[in-house]
């Protein structure tokens, strides 16, 4: 970890990039004054008895490279986000070059988000779309609460549980 003096709004003052790291390597990096935040990459720090509280749990998921897809592919769209953006009427994705993996990040299921039906149809092109495109690469990106259900269904799997907070 680096010590810099000033981060970005949105983004946390330390991120944990080992899984044995304890909360002394952390906390004597940053100032951990209010609006201090740690993105605890594998959910082992128990940073609460320095008054900080979990403000998002997710969990890793990954699917291997060379699955195939009966799912209809969607185009590639222009977006400010980075990344690559593919998107078929309110169901869209981003795709993220990183190393030998693609992520998959900012799905959005349409109207009614959430909703079983949409989030399965959604889940079920975007993994397609990536697949396709990238098929040399495995697909990652972590979920959070019921959004996990029809990723499991279509072939992902849980990695190491992430917390932020």
């Known amino acids: 970890m680096d010590q810099l003096d000033a981060y970005p709004p949105g983004y946390p003052d330390a991120i944990t990039l080992d899984p044995s790291a304890v909360p002394v390597d952390v906390l004597s990096l940053v100032d951990d004054g209010p609006g201090c935040s740690v993105r605890d990459s594998f959910a082992a720090l128990d940073l609460s008895t320095h008054g900080f509280r979990i403000l998002v749990q997710a969990e890793w998921i990954g699917r291997r490279a ?6 209809a592919t969607w185009p590639e769209v222009r977006t400010d986000l980075p990344g690559i953006a593919f998107a ?9 070059l990183a190393g030998r993996v693609v992520g998959l990040s900012n799905l959005q299921a349409g109207e009614g988000a959430g909703g079983g039906d949409d989030l399965d149809r959604a889940w079920a092109g975007a993994v397609a779309t990536i697949s396709a495109r990238f098929a040399d690469r495995p697909i990652v990106g972590y979920e959070m609460g019921r ?7 279509r072939g992902s799997r849980r990695s190491d549980r992430s917390g932020c907070g």
């Open 66 to 71: 060379g699955h195939s897809s009966t799912a």
């Open 147 to 153: 959004t996990w259900r029809p990723r499991t269904a």
């Open 88 to 96: 078929d009427g309110s169901m869209s994705v981003v795709a993220n």
